[in-house]
């Protein structure tokens, strides 16, 4: 199934805002396939000690979105970037509920590429790049949005470019800057 049009997803978005509850219905098959498939794509590697699957995280993303009551969607990727927040949270606050140690001794190094399939043992190191992407949003906030836009959304370059209304060049000089300053906030050096 080919990813509805924007126009189409920004439409419905904006008659759900509104108070369409018809526009949700039609809506969430539309954006609903296309999350769990971003889902699907950089949760695929994740080891079978993990017990959230990508439509486990889905769902419940969706719920929070859902329930988000008078959201005002700009568009299509307003939406899915408040999606990659959002799932951002459940994430962390997963690994916070597993009981792990915040920034605890010991901790496995980790690179940040552009999936998250490392996530299934690693729930400090995930409560690790939180903490330092809180950090990098208070002196740079795009650059931390880029991070959550790539990392937790699987979000492309063009896309994030979308969502961010920025260039694909600012994109990538970005997240190659975040990149290296999140690795150094959390003591690994390149």
Request: charged residues 30%; proline residues 2%; aromatic residues 8%.
């Amino acid at each position: 199934m080919e990813p509805a049009p924007s126009a189409e997803i920004t439409g419905l978005l904006q008659a759900w805002a509104g108070g369409d509850r018809a526009a949700l219905e039609r809506l969430m098959p539309l954006v609903y396939d296309e999350l769990r498939r971003r889902a699907g794509r950089y949760m695929a590697n994740q080891g079978q000690e993990n017990t959230l699957q990508p439509t486990a995280l889905v769902n419940e993303a969706f719920l929070h979105l859902v329930g988000a009551d008078h959201a005002q969607w700009q568009d299509r990727a307003h939406f899915f970037a408040v999606s990659a927040k959002v799932m951002r949270r459940i994430l962390v606050d997963r690994a916070r509920a597993r009981g792990s140690e915040k920034r605890g001794g010991g901790m496995a190094r980790f690179e940040l590429n552009e999936s998250v399939d490392w996530m299934a043992d690693r729930g400090r190191e995930l409560l690790a790049l939180d903490d330092a992407l809180e950090a990098l949003a208070k002196f740079d906030a795009r650059k931390a949005k880029v991070i959550e836009m790539r990392f937790f959304a699987g979000l492309g370059v063009a896309e994030t470019a979308e969502v961010l209304r920025i260039s694909e060049q600012s994109v990538l000089r970005d997240w190659k800057l975040a990149r290296a300053w999140l690795a150094a906030e959390m003591g690994r050096t390149e």
